[in-house]
Structure formats: structure tokens, C-alpha cells
Nanobody
């Protein structure tokens, strides 16, 4: 069992930045591939970014590539999402998620593969 708690959301103007954090408790954090997803009102949950167990492999949705950076600190059991050049269309509830992966270089973009989810943090970008 892994518990995930997101923080760092808030209200920001377009062009601004936010850094989301997701703190994990429970089993060995370094065994988990981590992902960030988001859900805007009236829309389905969508993939944002993922990072491998070791942090060496990352992958991003096209909509955030070049603006967002996912990273992790296994010593602190935390994954981050640095969001720069924010746009109003980035407004959503952001969720972190975790899934055990046997291989340290594997990542996944599929929400259905993730076993554990946080409660979400609201990000609102004003125009």
C-alpha cells in the first residue's frame, strides 16, 4: 500500500510557474514508476508526465512538452512536477499516481496501469 499526497497547486496568471509535489508513504518509493495526470471540468483524465523508478527515463504529453518537467527524489519519497509558461488550458485538478515496475527503465502513460492515486491538487491559470 502506498499513500500519495499532492501539494503545490494554486492560482497563477498565464505565463507563470508552479511546482507540484507528491509525497509518498508506505512501501519502497524507488520501486514505483510515477506519473502525473490531470482532469479539467467536463473532460476525461489525461496523462501529463511519467518518470521511471530511477528517474532516468521521462515522458511527456505533447501539450506540456518543453514547459513541464517531472523529477523525483527517492531519498525524500517525493515526485515533482515543475510547470512553467502556464496556459489557461492547463487549468485542472492534477493527480499523481504510482505503479510498481520490475524494471527501473519502464514508464507508462496509461492511467489504468497505475495502482495508487493521490487526492489531487487544483491548478488554476487565469488569462
Amino acid at each position: 500500500q502506498v499513500e500519495l499526497v499532492e501539494s503545490g497547486g494554486g492560482l497563477v496568471q498565464a505565463g507563470g510557474s508552479l511546482r507540484l509535489s507528491c509525497a509518498a508513504s508506505g512501501r519502497t518509493f524507488s520501486n514505483y514508476c510515477m506519473g502525473w495526470f490531470r482532469q479539467a471540468p467536463g473532460k476525461e483524465r489525461e496523462f501529463v508526465a511519467t518518470i521511471s523508478r530511477s528517474g532516468g527515463i521521462t515522458y511527456y504529453a505533447d501539450s506540456v512538452k518543453g514547459r513541464f518537467t517531472i523529477s523525483r527524489d527517492n531519498a525524500k519519497n517525493t515526485v515533482y512536477l515543475q510547470m512553467n509558461s502556464l496556459k489557461p488550458e492547463d487549468t485542472a485538478v492534477y493527480y499523481c499516481a504510482a505503479v510498481i515496475k520490475a524494471m527501473s527503465t519502464v514508464v507508462t502513460v496509461n492511467a489504468y496501469e497505475y495502482r495508487y492515486w493521490g487526492q489531487g491538487t487544483q491548478v488554476t491559470v487565469s488569462s
